[in-house]
């Protein structure tokens, strides 16, 4: 989306426009066959991938007769508000011109596949159309101007034939532009069911949007439950829509994508998007990460929560905005950059599944005058040596430049192989599967001053060690660099390519003194053979009984051993596949839950322990919780708790909230979106707490039986 637009940057009206995007009539379901997904077959772990994002309309015209007609297309791209002409075939061409695949490119991350809206929408005199895919009519059919489901299955499948991922972005908090009091504004926001019109923003007596104005975005409530700028905000909690989009999301994953990346997550709420998300894994399990934006380097312990709870990755913000103080905007030093990576390691529970990435659509691009090459080609080499899943933008390997959007979003410039960036990322890249200490290693800073930073990443036996210095005219001198590097000589796995050379490593890992030039990287490796079982990631992270998860490390054998959640053995039929990187078993019948999660092997050699695999109750509901009449004392908030692990198993410590209480119910009254298991009978209750105190209501325990399916709403009174 366009999250930068909450700065203030410009009115709300004209920010209602960027923040969406337009599309043509689409194809009907049914016109391709799912994909035999037979090259590439770990949907759930991208630890070991490096993510190319595509704006779809900007990349490259493959196919003319496609683009739209009139005031929504710009030829040669001078009016970057509107259609450009990109779409699925010419990606396909790139993709079988081995483009990404010489680059080093594993996945690729594609605008949102759905039809949107025809209309142009007209801001303060200047046009406006869907070209970024994010003003849906239509989540079951495709955008006509990026291709029909044919061509969207061949691309899927040229990839597939390269040993490419597909990660398709899904919009579901919005469908358009809408105003109240005008239906022949834009499209007024009608969402459509494979063709049916199910119903617009006016007159909207299926509660199908939120009509409680445009957000402020003064909190996490105010963003989910009001409208993100002029946009027609879906409500998901209605049952008929929970319906929707837990059916419309399938038909991409019957193409055969890998991967969902989820625009604002922030803005909505986490009770709808777990059960989603729990239909999505029990459907086809895939990686899934949402974009929360965050406008500063701040932490935000709501960011860390949905991180650690949704059961999806987020986009690393932190990240993002700390590589670009220290390697764009000089405004913070290696000291901060070694902070992050450390405070983000404590506080996301699995932070190497949190996509990093040094700019994207929403944001200035990385480069501008001001900024040298060489400072990006650092960020890069950063990036694609860090923990996390790295995504570079479209265009970033050819310096293409661009302030606020749309400038952000020029037509791609070149497709040149030789760039200095192009052949950073094809260096490094293939490191994320030659190595697993990059992909799954933890992170320790070796030596480190304003200008250098020497890290390690170990994973096992395996070692990566980078350094950068990003003084444009100063040299360092490295003394004294102990690293977990066997003793011997090592040469920099760019080649030289950014002004790095050999080191010696002695017993110990004590390395000789060296010198790093001005500007220089350098990456130096040890990936010896592994026999001691080790995990690297388990996904996806949450499940229910019955869901296969996939479990990616090192030195498991060949011969089936033992998976344990917790204390409880997967073993025999029950683990589908046993390699020795990689192991693929079925959730057990157990309490819901978090877990731990241990292979032993057949040797019976145990691995370490990969914290925090979510086993759900059973099939997932989203159910809004409301308690009347529960007054509060300054510094008092309302939490719930029950008989089941979602809301708590009873524990004040797990319970769910604060609650909210000014959009959809209003003070007293207090509400939450939660997701339980479905079919189930709940004993539930409210509490206030402020600080360590908690003041239980009275009563006996509420009780609620959940519906097999869809949503519902309970209210009760503070008792």
Same mark, same amino acid.
């Given at each position: 989306?366009?999250?930068?637009?909450?700065?203030?940057?410009?009115?709300?009206?004209?920010?209602?426009?960027?923040?969406?995007?337009?599309?043509?009539?689409?194809?009907?379901?049914?016109?391709?066959?799912?994909?035999?997904?037979?090259?590439?077959?770990?949907?759930?772990?991208?630890?070991?991938?490096?993510?190319?994002?595509?704006?779809?309309?900007?990349?490259?015209?493959?196919?003319?007769?496609?683009?739209?007609?009139?005031?929504?297309?710009?030829?040669?791209?001078?009016?970057?508000?509107?259609?450009?002409?990109?779409?699925?075939?010419?990606?396909?061409?790139?993709?079988?011109?081995?483009?990404?695949?010489?680059?080093?490119?594993?996945?690729?991350?594609?605008?949102?596949?759905?039809?949107?809206?025809?209309?142009?929408?007209?801001?303060?005199?200047?046009?406006?159309?869907?070209?970024?895919?994010?003003?849906?009519?239509?989540?079951?059919?495709?955008?006509?101007?990026?291709?029909?489901?044919?061509?969207?299955?061949?691309?899927?499948?040229?990839?597939?034939?390269?040993?490419?991922?597909?990660?398709?972005?899904?919009?579901?908090?919005?469908?358009?532009?809408?105003?109240?009091?005008?239906?022949?504004?834009?499209?007024?926001?009608?969402?459509?069911?494979?063709?049916?019109?199910?119903?617009?923003?006016?007159?909207?007596?299926?509660?199908?949007?939120?009509?409680?104005?445009?957000?402020?975005?003064?909190?996490?409530?105010?963003?989910?439950?009001?409208?993100?700028?002029?946009?027609?905000?879906?409500?998901?909690?209605?049952?008929?829509?929970?319906?929707?989009?837990?059916?419309?999301?399938?038909?991409?994953?019957?193409?055969?994508?890998?991967?969902?990346?989820?625009?604002?997550?922030?803005?909505?709420?986490?009770?709808?998007?777990?059960?989603?998300?729990?239909?999505?894994?029990?459907?086809?399990?895939?990686?899934?990460?949402?974009?929360?934006?965050?406008?500063?380097?701040?932490?935000?312990?709501?960011?860390?929560?949905?991180?650690?709870?949704?059961?999806?990755?987020?986009?690393?913000?932190?990240?993002?905005?700390?590589?670009?103080?220290?390697?764009?905007?000089?405004?913070?030093?290696?000291?901060?950059?070694?902070?992050?990576?450390?405070?983000?390691?404590?506080?996301?529970?699995?932070?190497?599944?949190?996509?990093?990435?040094?700019?994207?659509?929403?944001?200035?691009?990385?480069?501008?005058?001001?900024?040298?090459?060489?400072?990006?080609?650092?960020?890069?080499?950063?990036?694609?040596?860090?923990?996390?899943?790295?995504?570079?933008?479209?265009?970033?390997?050819?310096?293409?430049?661009?302030?606020?959007?749309?400038?952000?979003?020029?037509?791609?410039?070149?497709?040149?192989?030789?760039?200095?960036?192009?052949?950073?990322?094809?260096?490094?890249?293939?490191?994320?599967?030659?190595?697993?200490?990059?992909?799954?290693?933890?992170?320790?800073?070796?030596?480190?001053?304003?200008?250098?930073?020497?890290?390690?990443?170990?994973?096992?036996?395996?070692?990566?060690?980078?350094?950068?210095?990003?003084?444009?005219?100063?040299?360092?001198?490295?003394?004294?660099?102990?690293?977990?590097?066997?003793?011997?000589?090592?040469?920099?796995?760019?080649?030289?390519?950014?002004?790095?050379?050999?080191?010696?490593?002695?017993?110990?890992?004590?390395?000789?003194?060296?010198?790093?030039?001005?500007?220089?990287?350098?990456?130096?490796?040890?990936?010896?053979?592994?026999?001691?079982?080790?995990?690297?990631?388990?996904?996806?992270?949450?499940?229910?009984?019955?869901?296969?998860?996939?479990?990616?490390?090192?030195?498991?054998?060949?011969?089936?051993?033992?998976?344990?959640?917790?204390? +409880? #053995?997967?073993? =025999?039929? %029950? &683990?589908? /596949?046993?390699?020795?990187?990689? $192991?693929?078993?079925? @959730?057990?019948?157990?309490?819901?839950?978090?877990?731990?999660?241990?292979?032993?092997?057949?040797?019976?050699?145990?691995? +370490? #322990?990969?914290? =925090?695999? %979510? &086993?759900? /109750?059973?099939?997932?509901?989203? $159910?809004?919780?409301? @308690?009347?009449?529960?007054?509060?004392?300054?510094?008092?908030?309302?939490?719930?708790?029950?008989?089941?692990?979602?809301?708590?198993?009873?524990?004040?410590?797990?319970?769910?909230?604060?609650?909210?209480?000014?959009?959809?119910?209003?003070?007293?009254?207090?509400?939450?979106?939660?997701?339980?298991?479905?079919?189930?009978?709940?004993?539930?209750?409210?509490?206030?707490?402020?600080?360590?105190?908690?003041?239980?209501?009275?009563?006996?325990?509420?009780?609620?039986?959940?519906?097999?399916?869809?949503?519902?709403?309970?209210?009760?009174?503070?008792?």
């Amino acid at each position: 989306m366009y999250k930068w637009l909450k700065k203030g940057l410009i009115s709300a009206a004209i920010a209602g426009l960027l923040v969406a995007g337009l599309a043509a009539p689409g194809t009907p379901i049914g016109t391709a066959s799912a994909a035999a997904d037979t090259a590439v077959s770990n949907k759930q772990n991208f630890s070991t991938d490096v993510i190319y994002q595509i704006f779809t309309d900007r990349f490259y015209d493959g196919n003319t007769s496609n683009n739209p007609s009139g005031s929504t297309f710009s030829s040669g791209c001078t009016n970057k508000r509107v259609y450009c002409g990109g779409d699925w075939q010419g990606i396909t061409d790139k993709i079988n011109a081995n483009y990404f695949t010489d680059m080093g490119i594993t996945a690729l991350w594609i605008s949102q596949p759905v039809e949107n809206i025809y209309a142009a929408v007209t801001y303060s005199g200047v046009v406006n159309a869907s070209y970024h895919g994010y003003w849906a009519r239509d989540f079951k059919k495709t955008n006509p101007y990026y291709g029909s489901f044919t061509d969207l299955q061949n691309l899927i499948n040229a990839a597939h034939a390269k040993g490419i991922k597909i990660v398709i972005d899904f919009a579901p908090n919005h469908t358009s532009p809408a105003m109240e009091t005008d239906t022949t504004f834009a499209e007024n926001g009608k969402l459509y069911n494979n063709g049916t019109l199910l119903g617009g923003y006016t007159s909207d007596t299926n509660g199908y949007f939120h009509h409680n104005g445009g957000s402020d975005f003064s909190s996490l409530e105010n963003g989910i439950y009001k409208n993100l700028y002029d946009l027609a905000d879906i409500e998901q909690q209605n049952s008929t829509l929970d319906t929707y989009f837990k059916d419309a999301i399938k038909v991409w994953l019957d193409l055969g994508v890998d991967g969902i990346r989820v625009d604002a997550v922030k803005h909505m709420s986490m009770g709808w998007q777990k059960n989603w998300l729990s239909s999505i894994y029990g459907y086809q399990p895939v990686f899934v990460f949402g974009e929360w934006f965050l406008g500063s380097a701040a932490a935000d312990a709501d960011n860390t929560k949905f991180a650690n709870e949704s059961g999806m990755s987020l986009l690393d913000f932190r990240f993002n905005a700390k590589v670009r103080n220290v390697f764009r905007d000089n405004s913070d030093t290696m000291y901060g950059l070694d902070s992050m990576i450390s405070a983000t390691a404590a506080d996301y529970a699995q932070v190497a599944d949190q996509v990093t990435f040094i700019d994207n659509h929403d944001m200035e691009r990385f480069k501008n005058s001001a900024v040298s090459d060489r400072r990006l080609e650092q960020a890069l080499a950063f990036t694609l040596t860090s923990r996390g899943v790295p995504a570079i933008y479209y265009g970033t390997e050819q310096y293409m430049t661009g302030g606020t959007d749309p400038d952000n979003r020029g037509m791609m410039s070149s497709f040149s192989t030789t760039t200095t960036a192009f052949k950073v990322i094809k260096a490094l890249a293939p490191l994320r599967k030659s190595n697993p200490a990059i992909a799954y290693g933890t992170t320790q800073q070796r030596w480190i001053n304003n200008d250098v930073y020497v890290y390690e990443r170990k994973f096992g036996s395996s070692v990566a060690v980078v350094a950068i210095n990003r003084s444009a005219s100063a040299s360092a001198s490295i003394s004294g660099l102990i690293t977990s590097l066997p003793a011997g000589t090592y040469s920099d796995a760019l080649g030289g390519l950014l002004g790095g050379g050999g080191i010696t490593a002695g017993s110990g890992g004590a390395v000789s003194t060296f010198t790093l030039a001005a500007g220089g990287v350098a990456v130096w490796q040890s990936t010896p053979a592994t026999t001691t079982p080790v995990i690297g990631h388990v996904g996806p992270v949450m499940g229910k009984a019955g869901n296969t998860v996939t479990i990616d490390g090192r030195g498991f054998g060949t011969t089936k051993g033992t998976v344990y959640f917790g204390t +409880n #053995a997967v073993t =025999g039929t %029950n &683990i589908v /596949s046993w390699e020795d990187t990689q $192991i693929k078993a079925v @959730v057990p019948a157990v309490a819901a839950g978090k877990y731990n999660v241990k292979v032993r092997t057949s040797g019976a050699v145990d691995s +370490n #322990a990969y914290n =925090g695999f %979510n &086993i759900l /109750s059973g099939d997932q509901v989203s $159910i809004r919780f409301i @308690v009347q009449n529960a007054t509060t004392s300054l510094g008092e908030n309302v939490y719930l708790t029950g008989s089941v692990s979602e809301l708590g198993n009873w524990a004040p410590a797990s319970a769910v909230g604060p609650i909210f209480n000014q959009v959809i119910a209003a003070y007293p009254n207090w509400y939450y979106d939660v997701s339980v298991p479905a079919n189930t009978a709940l004993q539930f209750k409210f509490f206030k707490k402020n600080g360590s105190v908690v003041t239980w209501e009275g009563g006996s325990n509420h009780t609620f039986t959940t519906p097999s399916s869809g949503t519902a709403t309970v209210t009760v009174n503070w008792q």
